[in-house]
C-alpha cells in the first residue's frame, strides 16, 4: 500500500515555499527527500527542486498541517497570486535568446506587448516550455535579464505568446536609459543603404529625435531589420548609422527607426546639440 507524504519546496529565486502533497507513493521517506519534484512558483512558473523538508502526512504536525493546509496542493496547483507591478501595454524591442528542448540554441528579435517590473509578454516564433530559462535584452538600454518561462499560449491567430519573469523585480528594465538629452524637432533629410534584396536606395525621411548618439527617423519604408548600416545626409553633411530598432506595423511606433551614430562626433543636423 502507498504512502502519502507531504514535502516543502523553495523556490531557487527566493519567493515563498510550496507545500506539495504526493500521495499513494511507493518510495521511502529518505528517498522521497533525494529526489527532484516539479512545483509552480506562482512568481516564476514551474521549477524543480529537491524538498527542503518533508514527512508522512499522518506524521506531519497537526498544528502545522492546518496553518499551511491552505498550501498543499496536488502537483502543478498552486493559487494564483497577485503580480509584483501592474502590466502595461508596450512595444519595446528586444532580443530573445537561450535553449529549449524542442529548438535547441535558439536567438530571435521581437518585441513586448506587455510589460513590468517583473517580466514582460513577448511574442516567439521558438518553441519553449515552461519552467525554461530565457534571455531577453532590451535594445534600447542593451540592459539583459536572465528569465524564466512563466507561461506559453497562442492568440487567437495561432502565434506563440510567451510571458517571462525576471529573476527578482527590476522597476526600471523597461524605461529609456538615454546617455543625453535629446531634442524634438522635425527635420528632412535622406537615407541612403542596401534593401532585403541587395539593391542601393535613397529615400527621403525626417528625423523627430535626436542626439548626439542617435536619431528617431520617420518615414521609413526599405530598412527591414536591426543591425543594418545606413547614411543619412542632409544637405552636403552626411554620418553613418546602425539601426538599432524598426517600429512593427500597427504599433504607435509603424513606421520609424532608432539608430546609432556610428560617426557621433559629426553633427550633420544643423542644429546645436546638448
Keep these: 500500500m502507498g504512502i502519502d507524504y507531504i514535502v516543502r519546496l523553495k523556490c531557487p529565486?527566493?519567493?515563498q515555499d510550496q507545500l506539495l502533497m504526493l500521495e499513494n507513493r511507493e518510495e521511502t521517506l529518505n528517498q522521497i527527500l533525494e529526489m527532484p519534484w516539479d512545483f509552480e512558483c506562482p512568481i516564476?512558473?514551474?521549477?524543480r527542486e529537491i524538498p527542503v523538508e518533508g514527512n508522512q502526512k499522518t506524521v506531519w504536525s497537526g498544528s502545522r498541517l492546518h496553518s499551511q493546509r491552505t498550501e498543499a496542493k496536488a502537483v502543478g496547483r498552486v493559487a494564483p497570486q497577485q503580480r509584483s507591478s501592474k502590466r502595461i501595454s508596450l512595444h519595446v524591442p528586444v532580443a530573445v535568446y537561450g535553449w529549449s528542448q524542442d529548438e535547441g540554441s535558439f536567438y530571435e528579435d521581437t518585441a513586448t506587448f506587455l510589460v513590468n517590473?517583473?517580466?514582460a509578454l513577448v511574442g516567439l516564433k521558438s518553441r519553449v516550455a515552461l519552467g525554461e530559462t530565457i534571455f531577453i535584452l532590451n535594445k534600447?538600454?542593451?540592459?539583459e535579464q536572465k528569465c524564466r518561462v512563466a507561461c506559453v499560449e497562442r492568440d487567437v491567430y495561432g502565434r506563440l505568446r510567451v510571458g517571462a519573469s525576471f529573476k527578482s523585480p527590476v522597476p526600471h528594465f523597461w524605461k529609456p536609459n538615454r546617455r543625453e538629452s535629446r531634442i524634438s524637432k522635425k527635420?528632412?533629410?535622406?537615407?541612403?543603404?542596401t534593401d532585403r534584396h541587395g539593391h542601393p536606395f535613397v529615400q527621403t525621411t525626417y528625423v523627430v529625435d535626436i542626439s548626439r548618439h542617435?536619431?528617431?527617423l520617420e518615414g521609413i519604408g526599405y530598412l527591414t531589420r536591426p543591425g543594418e548600416i545606413i547614411k543619412v545626409k542632409r544637405h552636403l553633411r552626411s554620418a553613418d548609422f546602425r539601426v538599432v530598432w524598426i517600429?512593427?506595423?500597427?504599433?504607435p511606433q509603424a513606421g520609424q527607426a532608432g539608430v546609432l551614430a556610428l560617426e557621433p562626433k559629426k553633427n550633420i543636423w544643423g542644429v546645436t546639440l546638448p
Design 214 to 216: 542617435g536619431a528617431c
Design 187 to 193: 527635420i528632412r533629410g535622406n537615407v541612403l543603404g
Design 117 to 119: 517590473a517583473g517580466g
Design 247 to 251: 517600429g512593427e506595423m500597427g504599433s
Design 44 to 47: 516564476h512558473g514551474v521549477q
Design 13 to 15: 529565486y527566493g519567493d
Design 140 to 143: 534600447s538600454t542593451q540592459q
